[in-house]
């Protein structure tokens, strides 16, 4: 199954997640909101480059895609899809690529953390 997380910059160059047409808040599911951030890190490093040449933003729109399967709960995929202005200078596409694989996020997912988990009892137990 697919889901979509669309990233959009509102008037002041805010860095909106949008899924099935609404906005992801914080009073979305926690998995949904760790899902969009992704495709928004990957908006700032947009955002950034866009601005550092006094390109626009109207218009670009940051599609995740992302390949979910419903039984186990998991990603196996995500596809950062971007639609660039119609004016966006064509030499650029190589190197906003690259921006965004810059993302500290993404980095993450590719190398994840452990986890470990610890209680007040443990603890207790261990003295």
Do not use: W
């Not at 909101?33 to 992704?38: E, N, Y």
């Not at 599609?63 to 709960?73: H, K, L, P, S």
């Amino acid at each position: 199954m697919k889901l979509n997380i669309d990233i959009k910059f509102d008037n002041n160059g805010r860095i909106v997640p949008f899924m099935n047409g609404r906005e992801v808040t914080m009073n979305d599911s926690p998995f949904v909101v760790f899902l969009a951030t992704s495709g928004m890190c990957s908006a700032v490093f947009v955002r950034a480059f866009i601005e550092q040449r006094n390109l626009s933003l109207d218009g670009l729109v940051i599609t995740q895609i992302m390949e979910y399967d419903q039984r186990t709960n998991h990603v196996s995929e995500i596809l950062i899809d971007l639609k660039l202005p119609t004016d966006f200078p064509e030499k650029y596409t190589g190197a906003i690529k690259k921006v965004v694989n810059q993302c500290p996020v993404k980095q993450h997912l590719l190398n994840p953390p452990t986890f470990e988990v610890v209680t007040n009892f443990d603890k207790v137990a261990s003295n």
